[in-house]
């Protein structure tokens, strides 16, 4: 098959590659030039998005991220990578006999805040205008391609970076109130992405994390004893975030690999 990868960052990268080693032939989209051998790379704006002269495609990945380093506000960023983009790829993709096309969205279109359970099952309703903008994203993909789209929600992406953390334990003295967090590793991500190219009768969305919630204050503590760090205060009672339950995923016999923390 002949895969197109709309954004072509870090999670794209690893299922890119897996997908080659399954002999699938592979392009990529993205705004700065790329060295992975196995694929054929253009460099292109995706909101002037032109693939007429590529052979039939059949398989589309679109994962897109907003740029950290932008003059616009967050949510103009997120308006403009997400929604405003929706168009110009699905007008592009309109001769190619588009087969599956799998979005990748976020758990942020949930907008819960005290602690809630959250499943495959909840409806989405944002908080914020940036959960609002990935859900018209959502809608629009739906839209354009009704057979063909699988929406995957991750939650919080791991596995690239520990210095996020390695700051938190190292600066944190007290916190706020028990914070629910929600993870999933980026191979386990990308190991997902590529199982559903497979699926024969795919839902139309999927949750990714690795259905272990915890407090954010207490994977906090867990590193600065460790490390033989001072141990953080919990200030308050209060809960915030929310716990997310990946059922689909886990229903689909998909395998996560990094389901430790």
């Not at 002037?48 to 740029?67: E, T």
């Not at 970076?161 to 991500?189: C, F, G, V």
């Not at 407090?215 to 919990?234: C, K, M, N, T, Y």
Request: hydrophobic letters at 35%.
């Amino acid at each position: 098959m002949h895969i197109l990868f709309i954004g072509y960052g870090k999670t794209s990268q690893r299922v890119a590659k897996q997908l080659f080693q399954h002999d699938h032939q592979i392009t990529t989209i993205s705004r700065s030039a790329k060295t992975d051998t196995f694929a054929t790379h253009l460099i292109q704006d995706v909101h002037q998005l032109d693939v007429s002269q590529l052979a039939p495609i059949d398989v589309v990945y679109v994962l897109l991220a907003s740029p950290r380093q932008s003059p616009l506000s967050s949510i103009d960023a997120y308006q403009q990578t997400y929604v405003d983009s929706v168009q110009s790829i699905v007008h592009a993709l309109k001769p190619h006999p588009v087969k599956r096309i799998i979005v990748v969205s976020s758990t942020r279109v949930y907008g819960e805040n005290a602690g809630e359970y959250i499943d495959d099952e909840t409806v989405p309703e944002s908080s914020d205008e940036q959960g609002r903008l990935l859900l018209t994203m959502e809608q629009l993909y739906r839209q354009a391609f009704p057979e063909q789209c699988i929406i995957v929600r991750p939650t919080g992406i791991y596995g690239i970076s520990t210095a996020r953390m390695q700051k938190l334990a190292e600066t944190t003295r007290s916190y706020p109130n028990i914070h629910w967090s929600n993870r999933i590793h980026i191979d386990d991500l990308a190991g997902f992405l590529v199982f559903l190219l497979h699926v024969e009768h795919a839902e139309k969305s999927y949750i990714c994390t690795n259905n272990q919630p915890q407090p954010l204050h207490e994977r906090i503590l867990e590193l600065q004893r460790a490390i033989h760090l001072s141990e953080l205060v919990l200030e308050s009672q209060q809960v915030t975030g929310k716990r997310i339950y990946a059922g689909r995923m886990v229903e689909s016999g998909f395998k996560l690999v990094h389901d430790k923390h």
